[in-house]
């Protein structure tokens, strides 16, 4: 059973560009949900997916968006990058069981904008 | 969810117990207790929840007090990889599926 992979691990980017990052969910796993992570702090909940479509999302604004493909792999893509959006951003995938499913975590994508 | 306060940062030595203390005085009755850890240069990673009664697995146990208000986990012999920032989370089990993070405990094993 492979794990949650995510890719690429490291990346940067300037102002303004545009960044696509990829999640492979865990095996049977067909939720998908998108965390960013500033440096010393605890992750912030972006959206979810679940069957292709977006089921949830937190405090963020258009310019972040997402994809899940019918094999549950997921994309977040972020347009009109700015200085801030520098941060880890870390894939969990889930079992959508209707109760307390536990999100397994990728090990992040480490964004930088320069 | 409920809001969750954590010490920021607590020492163990190596081979006893790490207690880690959460405060959640406004959880609701549907609302579960998480908890999470984040090794460095990972992603966080499951240890337990519980909703009312006390819960052990193979990583830790989770004791939740009477009134639900508070809850400490243990983990009953700390080695050196158990060094991480562990999360309290309180989640109710319907609706938002997301888990809100906030600053966690960060937890130094001593050798």
């Known amino acids: 059973e492979t794990g949650v992979t995510q890719s690429p691990t490291h990346l940067i980017k300037t102002r303004g560009q545009q960044v696509t990052l990829r999640c492979s969910s865990q095996?049977?796993?067909?939720?998908v949900s998108w965390y960013q992570q500033a440096l010393g702090q605890g992750p912030q909940f972006i959206f979810q997916?679940?069957?292709?479509?977006?089921?949830g999302r937190g405090n963020f604004p258009p310019r972040f968006s997402g994809l899940q493909f019918p094999n549950y792999s997921s994309e977040l893509n972020v347009n009109a990058l700015e200085l801030d959006d520098s941060a880890l951003y870390l894939c969990a995938s889930s079992p959508r069981t209707g109760g307390n499913e536990k999100l397994f975590f990728g090990s992040g994508t480490q964004l930088s904008v320069l | 969810d409920a809001k969750t306060t954590q010490p920021p940062s607590m020492d163990c030595a190596e081979g006893r117990a790490a207690n880690l203390p959460c405060n959640h005085s406004?959880?609701?009755?549907?609302?579960?207790v998480y908890w999470y850890r984040q090794i460095h240069s990972q992603g966080p990673q499951y240890i337990i929840h519980g909703l009312k009664n006390n819960e052990t697995n193979e990583m830790a146990s989770l004791i939740i007090t009477e009134d639900r208000k508070s809850s400490t986990l243990i983990l009953p012999h700390a080695t050196l990889r158990d060094t991480a920032v562990y999360y309290c989370i309180v989640r109710a089990d319907t609706g938002r599926r997301a888990l809100t993070f906030g600053s966690g405990t960060r937890l130094q094993v001593q050798p």
């Open positions: 997916y679940y069957r292709e479509e977006e089921n």
């Open positions: 406004t959880i609701s009755g549907n609302e579960y």
């Open positions: 095996s049977g796993h067909n939720t």
